[in-house]
């Protein structure tokens, strides 16, 4: 799911995935190199699986976007004035959807079940989330994520709980803040409403401020509430942690005089509270449910060698500086059974060379008992772009072999994720999607 600094685009008048970055030349003065260590406390124990791992079967993975309704439910699905018909519309194009995933030999759905600060399940905490009827907290009548897994579970294929942490809102329009105001009569309401002190606005979003500690704890009872009641096979996190941009940066200033008492700098805390949200947050699954897997699918680059002496040999934006995410000690200190970054350049990129990237992570993964999982540029396959023309050579096709071979073919690369749903069903993508069902499908 998954972002200078880490930010959406938008193309063809749609929200593509946070991890899209703005490759560019380290130009200014590189930060302290901060190299993280192996931690000395002994990494958390692998929950002991049925399977052993290596029969595992391959991740074969696509993220379904519900932010926007980018991939489900249909846009037009909210407009029918019938809620049977808009329930049967909804169903019926999500049973579509399985089915052709599995026909392409897709085995795990990474289904974004909290796009914002509503939800796509039958939750206390939140409410429902206006991607299903048109108005936040309505009612749809059934739950969407307990149709899923029912749905997925029959067809053999695995379903993981994709969460947008901090985000409230996609927007700070006047009509989106009066449509949180009314939710103060629902229960439950939005947290818009009810903390009030933990919303900020960062990149022209609506976020939870994420040095409060109150904060970090109601995202990880949200978290609680879905692993104890449905039986997801995996939790994700995707990459909006800080996600602020320069025209629209967070204004954590007086969280930072209240919280960031004995940090050198501010860049430090903010990772630090990064870390905390993730250590609770995998110790809160553990103790709910061994068995559900908890990834992150962060921005492609941790941190470039000309930062820190750790890094890749690439040029991108990187996680740990510009989302304060340390995503590389996550899977040191045993937080993560999987970790899914976005790789989203072709080999012929070198400011982020896919398979430098892809053997970088290899690395990282290789001493720990954590899955590698690397998340593939759809949106990219069968467009014109100047800087990244070979995703057009042959419509894109041999570029997309390439990159799932080395998957394949690499030691300690354990599958593939592709973004996002809806770009299987876009003319640009058809020669692929025949590639993937000749190579993946039944």
């Known amino acids: 799911m998954r972002p200078s600094t880490l930010f959406t685009r938008v193309a063809r008048g749609k929200w593509l995935h946070a991890a899209a970055l703005l490759l560019a030349g380290c130009a200014s003065e590189p930060p302290k190199s901060l190299v993280t260590p192996f931690p000395s406390a002994k990494p958390q124990p692998q929950p002991q699986t049925t399977t052993p791992p290596a029969a595992q079967q391959p991740m ?114 006047p009509s989106t803040l009066t449509e949180l105001n009314r939710t103060l009569s629902l229960h439950p309401a939005s947290v818009y409403v009810l903390h009030r002190d933990w919303i900020r606005t960062a990149g022209d979003r609506l976020v939870l401020d994420p040095g409060i500690p109150d904060a970090r704890d109601w995202i990880t009872s949200i978290v609680a509430e879905v692993v104890r009641r449905y039986p997801v096979d995996g939790v994700q996190f995707d990459d909006y942690f800080y996600a602020e941009t320069a025209d629209s940066p967070l204004n954590d200033s007086q969280t930072y005089r209240t ?40 921005a492609g680059v941790w941190r470039n ?62 001493p720990t008992h954590a899955r590698l999982y690397i998340g593939v540029a759809l949106y990219k396959v069968g467009e014109p772009s100047r800087t990244e023309p070979d995703w057009t050579v042959e419509d894109g096709v041999p570029e997309l072999q390439k990159q799932i071979d080395l998957n394949e073919a690499t030691p300690g690369i354990d599958g593939t994720i592709l ?24």
Do not use: C
């Open 305 to 366: 060698l000309s930062h820190d002496a750790a890094g890749s040999d690439t040029r991108g934006a990187a996680a740990y500086d510009e989302a304060f995410a340390d995503t590389r000690r996550w899977v040191q200190q045993g937080l993560l059974d999987y970790i899914a970054p976005q790789l989203y350049w072709p080999f012929a990129r070198q400011a982020a060379r896919y398979d430098v990237l892809a053997h970088w992570w290899a690395q990282v993964v290789k």
């Open 60 to 173: 074969r993975g696509v993220w379904l976007a519900t932010v926007s309704r980018l991939d489900w439910p249909p846009v037009n699905s909210v407009n029918v004035s019938s809620a049977t018909q808009r329930i049967q519309m909804q169903q019926q194009a999500l049973t579509a959807k399985l089915d052709r995933l599995k026909s392409l030999g897709i085995n795990t759905v990474f289904f974004q079940v909290k796009p914002d600060g509503t939800a796509l399940w039958r939750s206390n905490i939140l409410p429902w989330s206006d991607m299903l009827t048109g108005k936040i907290g309505d009612d749809p009548g059934y739950d969407p994520l307990a149709f899923m897994l029912e749905e997925a579970h029959k067809r053999g294929m695995k379903v993981h709980a994709w969460f947008n942490p901090y985000r409230v809102a996609v927007n700070t329009r």
């Open 419 to 442: 973004f996002r749903e809806n770009y299987l069903n876009q003319p640009q993508t058809q020669p692929a999607v025949r590639y993937l069902q000749r190579r993946w499908g039944s």
């Open 259 to 298: 919280w960031g008492q004995g940090f050198a700098s501010k860049a430090d805390w903010r990772r630090h509270n990064t870390q905390l949200l993730i250590e609770q947050v995998s110790r809160t699954i553990k103790q709910i449910n061994p068995q559900v897997a908890f990834g992150v699918s962060p």
